[in-house]
C-alpha cells in the first residue's frame, strides 16, 4: 500500500506525528479532528501497515557526546557479496555511524559518522576504518554546523 492510498485524515497524523512524535494521543486527535478512539485506532493501523516505523527522540549533540559529525565516503575493494556483506553487517553494529547509504558515482557507501570530538574520530578511523580489510579508500569531511537535522526531513503530505 503506497501513500497516495491513505485519506486526508491519515496524511494530517503522518503530517503531525512527523513534526512532533511525542504529542499525546489527545492533542493528536484535537489537531486531525477526530476523537481520541479513532485517532489511537488510525495511528495503530499506521504502525501496523508501516508507514510508521517508529519515534525518536531528538538528543542534544553535546551532551550526549555526539556534537562531533562527519561524512565518510568509503570505497570498497570489491563489489561482491564477499566484500559487500560484511562491510554493511559491521556498519550496522557500529555506534559511531549514524547512518550507512549505497550511493553512485566515485564512491561506494557514504556514512554519517557522530563522535564526541576530532581525538574520538581519530581513534575510530585509525582502529576501524583504516583496518578493515573491505575498505580499499576513506574520505572524510567535516560538518561545520548543521543547517537542517535529519529528523528535519518530512514527507510533504499535506499537498
Known sequence: MNISNLDRIDHKILHELQIDSSLPNSELANR???SDSPCLRRV????ELGYIKG???HLDEVKSGT???LFVGIKVR????DQTGPFENWARSRPEIAAC???SGEIDYLLHVVVADV???EQFLSNELLTHPSIQDIRSNMAVRVVKPPFGVRANLLD
Open 55 to 57: 519515534y525518536h527522540a
Open 119 to 121: 581525538g574520538a574520530y
Open 44 to 47: 495503530r493501523k499506521l504502525e
Open 32 to 34: 486531525v479532528g477526530l
Open 101 to 103: 547509504y549505497l550511493v
Open 78 to 81: 570489491r563489489h561482491g557479496d
Open 67 to 69: 556534537a562531533f559529525n
